[in-house]
Structure formats: C-alpha cells, structure tokens
C-alpha cells in the first residue's frame, strides 16, 4: 500500500512532494489506514517536509563550494570588499532582467553596510555578453570594476564599439585590457563560473547566492534583502 501512497502525492505534490515523503520518514511511520487522518489534520507537513528536502538539497550544492564561490575575482566586487556577510551574483551584460536589478543592488549596499557582492560574470545570451564579460574582468584587474559594470550596463548594446567606450569612459586603460585579453588572462575565471553556476543549477541570470540560499531571476529587493538578514543571523 505504501508505493501506492507514495506514487499518489507524486501525482498530488509532484515528485518533490514523494521524495519529501520517503525522506521525512512518514511514509514509514503512518500506518496506511491513519495516512489520510494525518494528512487532514496537519495538510502542511508534506509541504515543509518538501521544503526542509530542497533547502538540505541546495544546502549541498552550495557548502562543497562555498570558498570558492565566495572569493571574487580580484576587483570584481561591489559593496564593502570586507563585508562579513556575501551576496554573489551571476550576470550577463545582455540580460536586462539584471540592468533592472542595478538599482537593487545600490540600495542593498546602502543599506547593509557589511554587505560584500562579489559579481560573477555568466555571458550566456550573446557572443557580445562574453566580449562584456572579458573586458569587465580586465576592468577589475585595473581597479575599475565598479566603473565599468555601470557604464556597460548603461550603453545601447554590446557592440565591440559601446563595450570599448564603456571601458574608456570608466577610466580603464583600454590598450592595456586588450592585450590581457588577446593573452586569455580571464578565459579561465570565466570557465571557473560556468562550473560554479553548472553545480548550483544556475541556467539563467540574473541569480544570486546569499547563506544557504540559491534565488533565481530579479526575485526584487525585499527577497535578497531576508536572504542577507538570514544569512547575517546564521
């Protein structure tokens, strides 16, 4: 009987809601006849059996890597660059989701004056994201990462035209950024991120890293800002 319960909340709960079910132990410890008493009692256990399940899930994701994720880029950082508590970021220069999130970011910063946000760039939408993505790194190599990151989110597009202008207008030394990338300096950063991302299950920008938590797309700033509170408190 109790397979037949369990392949019922998978069509009920989805596949989560089953796993949530084996893993907290109730399938085993509900007798089949006292199974539908329990759930019509206390509807909400196999909701947060399901959430306990995904949050020990990213959890895991997140711990093994959590160093490394946590380590900027040298430069590429906004915020307090010895914050105690970290907000990592994935952008792409291209994806305006995270050009609207900008004023998001300004504000958690204020906000949290022990905020550290290390930016993560993840150029999955265009060749023109990883032409952004390769000159940002160089922008953070010459101190000028802030710079850089407003200027090209600000411009029309990424052409090779707006991406200099956008290094030019933040002060960089654009002859200088050009040569470490023609040398491949920052392939390598930029392979490190797509790893990061790939075992965090990151598909998309924007994302964001805080404590324990993994948070997709512009989730707003009243979300990251509990995740930032939640991960001060830990």
């Given at each position: ?10 069509l009920v709960a989805g ?13 085993a410890r509900l007798g089949t006849d006292s199974t ?199």
């Amino acid at each position: 009987m109790r397979p037949f319960v369990t392949a019922l909340i998978a069509l009920v709960a989805g596949f989560a809601g089953a796993a949530a079910w084996d893993f907290s132990g109730l399938g085993a410890r509900l007798g089949t006849d006292s199974t539908r008493a329990a759930l019509m009692a206390d509807p909400e256990m196999l909701r947060d059996a399901s959430l306990e399940l995904q949050r020990r899930d990213t959890v895991a994701r997140i711990e093994p890597i959590r160093s490394e994720l946590e380590t900027p880029f040298p430069g590429a950082v906004l915020g307090n660059p010895n914050g105690s508590v970290t907000l990592v970021e994935f952008t792409d220069y291209a994806c305006g989701y995270c050009r609207a999130s900008l004023p998001d970011v300004a504000n958690l910063i204020e906000a949290n004056p022990d905020l550290r946000v290390v930016i993560r760039e993840y150029p999955i939408l265009s060749a023109g994201s990883v032409d952004a993505a390769r000159m940002a790194l160089a922008a953070a190599e010459q101190g000028k990462f802030a710079e850089f990151h407003q200027a090209m989110f600000a411009a029309e597009s990424l052409s090779a035209a707006n991406i200099e202008a956008a290094a030019r207008a933040s002060g960089m030394d654009v002859d200088r950024a050009q040569r470490a990338i023609d040398m491949g300096m920052f392939d390598a950063q930029m392979e490190n991120n797509v790893f990061l991302a790939r075992n965090l299950g990151v598909s998309g920008t924007p994302a964001w890293v805080v404590g324990d938590q993994v948070l997709s797309g512009a989730v707003g700033p009243d979300v990251i800002g509990a995740a930032i509170a939640e991960a001060r408190d830990s």
